[in-house]
């Protein structure tokens, strides 16, 4: 069915498709390789976030978090896998910044761990020292390194305290928590970090931790617990942004904005009017449901008419979509100095309509739409992640005609892989990264101002509900050591011309990283297919060599007097 779709689509596409008004849709070639460079000074970067990279999660007087408590209970995460050793990146700062080295990057995004330095989440309990310093550590290194730091202040690890006492996000009172949070940080790191992010994905927050329940911590308030969080999230946002605005800018001379998450909808048919309808609100309940506020003051309209029309037919006196006053309204528009985006795929759109029944609405039948893929779009990891280049810049340029064309700092974009066995020659990622950094140039001669990008990310990592079982590093990491090694995989070379050559050159040098990548990533592949021998060895000095020692000189003590005896 979704053949038939695609095959209209396509027909339709070449007729119609002119309407918008910045950005000419016909011209978006999706066959066609852009060969060029990026502005100068653009900035190329890595990531990553301090749940699933650092371990260490009781270590040097850390609190918990929503997810160190999450993943302690049984059933929650994929093999009831943790984060609580990682990739040891807590004891591995100088490891992984010649990593970064290696690659030349221009920036680090990585985030801090809220429990780590406020173990209780509220300031006036008690501030870790121990925490501050491993930041400050890793500030300094980077600085060192000339490697920028982009700071995170919130990647989805609430201190536990904070969702026993209050209920988390479900709680007004989360907004002088965190910032006051997000006011030490400054206060301690601010005169080193000069880009700062309040929250990561807070679309993920909302609707996995509070609507699903698929993430921490776990709860399933369906058609209401996510536009709850939202709107608490979008408040501290917006209350972080005023302090550092009115505190802090003038010293430290610094930038903070938000990290959003979207994948792009297509309409299915872009002849009807339904689908186009249907395309537009899939990403105005995404990207806009926390873009609108914070560019223009409220929620997009079509989120209040749908969450207001289905609040109404169930019976509900109010919308379940909160409301903000209009002094709220004011001081919310305008609290973004550059807008982060994490963008990994498209989908199609269609329009849907869930009646409300008895079993109620959710965040998903609010939206009225179904999505759907195309079959033969590459699908190498994760269920969700199809790889849809064009939908990239589709996306780059909606956010310019809708929020005023901002700043924009690319702050996730990357592909992961499923594998029973090791694979360091991740063709397929070489392959992502190419045409999705392609797609990207293109959207910035179109106009749009995106001023760094963010490959997604360093390391395999602990990857929340899925554990470890999907790798998105740039980097193989070797969970299955104590070690936790990190071994190169393709990827790595073939970023690392796109960076030293700001772009892509020319057909011909392009296609040579491509098979130089690929001729270096087999001895990678020797290197840890070796491994089994290395943790083989260090059992062997670890154990069996101490082991053997004690019982030898017992041996002898025991022979000497024997003989002492016998002669005696
Ligand atoms: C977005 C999240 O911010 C990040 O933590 C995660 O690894 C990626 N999605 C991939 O799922």
Request: proline share 4%; charged share 25%.
């Amino acid at each position: 069915m979704v053949f038939v779709f695609r095959v209209c689509h396509v027909l339709v596409l070449v007729l119609c498709l002119s309407a918008a008004e910045d950005f000419d849709w016909t011209k978006n070639d999706r066959g066609s390789f852009y060969y060029g460079t990026f502005p100068a000074g653009f900035s190329w970067g890595a990531g990553s976030s301090a749940y699933q990279t650092e371990g260490a999660w009781d270590k040097d007087g850390k609190g918990l978090s929503i997810w160190d408590v999450f993943t302690h209970k049984k059933g929650k995460v994929q093999r009831n896998e943790t984060g609580d050793s990682s990739c040891e990146g807590y004891y591995k700062i100088k490891d992984d910044i010649s990593l970064m080295k290696e690659l030349k990057l221009n920036h680090y995004r990585f985030s801090i761990s809220w429990p780590r330095i406020i173990p209780t989440g509220i300031k006036s309990d008690h501030v870790n020292e121990k925490g501050i310093q491993y930041y400050d550590n890793l500030i300094d290194h980077l600085l060192e390194s000339k490697i920028t730091p982009i700071v995170t202040l919130y990647h989805w690890d609430l201190p536990q305290v904070l969702q026993e006492k209050y209920g988390g996000w479900q709680n007004i009172s989360m907004v002088n928590h965190f910032n006051d949070f997000a006011n030490l940080c400054f206060e301690r790191f601010g005169n080193r970090v000069k880009y700062w992010i309040t929250f990561n994905n807070p679309w993920s927050v909302a609707v996995e931790g509070y609507e699903t329940g698929e993430h921490a911590p776990g709860l399933k308030l369906r058609g209401t617990g996510a536009y709850r969080a939202a709107h608490h999230m979008i408040k501290a946002h917006a209350k972080v942004w005023h302090t550092y605005d009115t505190q802090w800018r003038a010293k430290q001379k610094g930038l903070i904005g938000i990290s959003l998450s979207g994948d792009w909808g297509e309409p299915v048919d872009i002849g009807n009017q339904k689908d186009i309808e249907a395309a537009e609100r899939y990403v105005q309940f995404y990207l806009g449901w926390f873009a609108t506020p914070v560019f223009h003051g409220d929620y997009p309209q079509v989120m209040k008419d749908f969450i207001g029309r289905k609040s109404g037919q169930q019976g509900l006196g109010t919308s379940r979509l909160p409301t903000f006053s209009s002094q709220e309204k004011s001081y919310i528009k305008g609290t973004c100095d550059f807008l982060g985006i994490g963008h990994f795929t498209t989908r199609y759109i269609t329009q849907k309509n869930y009646p409300v029944g008895r079993s109620g609405s959710s965040y998903f039948t609010d939206r009225d739409l179904a999505e759907l893929v195309d079959p033969r779009w590459p699908d190498p990891g994760s269920e969700w992640l199809y790889s849809v280049p064009w939908g990239f810049r589709r996306l780059l340029n909606f956010v310019k005609t809708q929020y005023g064309n901002p700043m924009i700092y690319v702050t996730e974009n990357g592909v992961s892989e499923k594998m029973l066995c090791t694979e360091l020659c991740d063709d397929w990622r070489i392959q992502y990264y190419k045409d999705y950094i392609n797609e990207m140039l293109k959207a910035i001669k179109d106009g749009v101002n995106v001023r760094g990008y963010t490959a997604w990310s360093l390391l395999d990592k602990f990857e929340w509900d899925e554990g470890y079982s999907e790798r998105f590093g740039l980097y193989y990491v070797d969970f299955r050591n104590k070690n936790k090694p990190r071994y190169p995989k393709a990827s790595v070379q073939y970023y690392k011309r796109i960076i030293s050559s700001n772009g892509f050159p020319n057909q011909r040098e392009v296609e040579n990283w491509r098979k130089k990548a690929i001729e270096t990533c087999s001895s990678s592949n020797q290197l840890l297919a070796a491994d089994p021998l290395t943790s083989h060895m260090e059992m062997v000095t670890e154990i069996v060599v101490p082991t053997v020692c004690t019982l030898s000189i017992l041996l002898s003590a025991i022979f000497l007097m024997f003989l002492l005896r016998r002669r005696n």
